[in-house]
């Protein structure tokens, strides 16, 4: 079954998540990937992915199919691609990440969606 989206969580959880309550991961220099990387093997996704620190280079697979935060050679939408995505110091993508790509001395905190 795809991903909801926003639809996915109820209006108590859409707060808690905004809030930080299911908790977060820092990663640096690292591929995570949820339910198999160890220390992951609870998490289902990230619900949102911030540059601390530095400006970060990454790279993000989404559990909805196209929305990656990557580009492969074709100038589509694949975790894997050829061009990462830069997210500037005190930033926040939103999304649903199940697999994140962190270059080394970057750092991101991901926040734990379920």
């Keep these: 079954?795809?991903?909801?989206?926003?639809?996915?969580?109820?209006?108590?959880?859409?707060?808690?998540?905004?809030?930080?309550?299911?908790?977060?991961?820092?990663?640096?220099?690292?591929t995570v990937e949820c339910g198999l990387t160890s220390g992951y093997e609870d998490i289902q996704y990230f619900?949102?992915?911030?540059?601390?620190?530095?400006?970060?280079?990454?790279?993000?697979?989404?559990?909805?199919?196209?929305?990656?935060?990557?580009?492969?050679?074709?100038?589509?939408?694949q975790f894997g691609g050829s061009d990462e995505v830069k997210i500037l110091n005190g930033d926040i993508v939103y999304g649903a990440f199940d697999k994140v790509k962190v270059d080394s001395s970057d750092y991101v905190i991901a926040y734990i969606g379920k």
Aim: aromatic share 4%; net charge negative; proline share 0%.
């Design 1 to 30: 079954m795809a991903h909801k989206g926003i639809r996915e969580f109820s209006g108590e959880e859409l707060g808690g998540v905004a809030l930080g309550q299911n908790g977060f991961k820092m990663i640096s220099g690292a």
């Design 47 to 77: 619900i949102a992915l911030k540059a601390v620190h530095l400006d970060a280079e990454l790279e993000a697979r989404t559990v909805t199919k196209g929305d990656d935060l990557t580009i492969d050679s074709n100038g589509v939408a």
